[in-house]
């Protein structure tokens, strides 16, 4: 009923704007027609009014839902804590998938990287590996994550002296009929890679 009110009364204001716009000048005795940018312009004013009347017509948790719908499906998302002595070179992450929770047959596969000021270099270098039906097999992915741009500032997100990153790998084809895995590690020349916090993976659906 908010809704039909509204729409009425918006129906008006635009017949308003047009009929105002059609009137004769008095004082000059020339038409006074619209410009069709002015009435292009009046006509956007109207329709921004609409939207907001909807939107404050909303109840908040039935805006936020509406929003939530319109982004991503992420079927998966988990980080794995790193020791505070830095990440060897030997720890290997792993990431096993439920499969009651694949809904799907395509995913992006994100990989996410949680840092503080002590990370040393421009990029993290990492192995991401998947495994096949036979969980015994993988393949492998290398992926440079660039955490520090030219200028030398973090790129990501920072809060309380922590940055996170977000890069995009490729799409990846998950089946019900096994469990998929995934194995992260670090591909960089020194051993132990200090100031990683915590490193994870996500996987929306596409």
Same mark, same amino acid.
């Given at each position: 009923?908010?809704?039909?009110?509204?729409?009425?009364?918006?129906?008006?204001?635009?017949?308003?704007?047009?009929?105002?716009?059609?009137? #004769?000048?008095?004082?000059?005795?020339?038409?006074?027609?619209?410009?069709? *940018?002015?009435?292009?312009?009046? $006509?956007?004013?109207?329709?921004?009014?609409?939207?907001?009347?909807?939107?404050?017509?909303?109840?908040? &948790?039935? $805006?936020?839902?509406?929003?939530?719908? +319109?982004?991503?499906?992420?079927?998966?998302?988990?980080?794995?804590?790193?020791?505070?002595?830095?990440?060897?070179?030997?720890? #290997? $992450?792993?990431?096993?998938?439920?499969?009651?929770?694949?809904?799907?047959?395509?995913?992006? $596969?994100?990989?996410?990287?949680?840092?503080?000021?002590?990370?040393?270099?421009?990029?993290?270098?990492?192995?991401?590996?998947?495994?096949?039906?036979?969980?015994?097999?993988?393949?492998?992915?290398?992926?440079? +994550?660039?955490?520090?741009?030219?200028? &030398?500032?973090?790129?990501?997100?920072?809060?309380?002296?922590?940055?996170?990153? *977000?890069?995009?790998?490729?799409?990846?084809?998950?089946?019900?009929?096994?469990?998929?895995?995934?194995?992260?590690?670090?591909?960089?020349?020194? &051993?132990?890679?200090? &100031?990683?916090?915590?490193?994870?993976?996500?996987?929306?659906?596409?």
């Amino acid at each position: 009923q908010i809704h039909s009110r509204n729409k009425e009364k918006d129906a008006s204001k635009e017949k308003s704007v047009l009929n105002r716009h059609r009137k #004769t000048g008095p004082e000059t005795g020339i038409s006074n027609k619209p410009t069709h *940018n002015n009435v292009q312009k009046d $006509l956007s004013n109207v329709r921004m009014s609409i939207k907001n009347q909807i939107r404050n017509s909303l109840p908040a &948790g039935l $805006l936020m839902a509406l929003l939530a719908s +319109c982004q991503p499906h992420t079927m998966y998302h988990s980080f794995r804590t790193l020791p505070k002595d830095g990440w060897n070179k030997s720890d #290997t $992450l792993v990431f096993p998938i439920p499969t009651k929770d694949i809904q799907a047959e395509n995913y992006e $596969l994100q990989i996410e990287i949680r840092h503080t000021k002590e990370f040393a270099y421009q990029s993290l270098w990492v192995v991401v590996y998947q495994n096949s039906q036979d969980s015994m097999q993988f393949t492998a992915d290398t992926l440079q +994550c660039v955490l520090v741009n030219e200028k &030398g500032r973090f790129i990501g997100t920072g809060l309380n002296n922590y940055y996170q990153t *977000n890069f995009p790998l490729k799409t990846v084809t998950l089946d019900k009929e096994y469990t998929p895995i995934f194995k992260l590690a670090h591909y960089m020349k020194k &051993g132990r890679i200090e &100031g990683i916090h915590d490193v994870g993976i996500r996987l929306v659906e596409k």
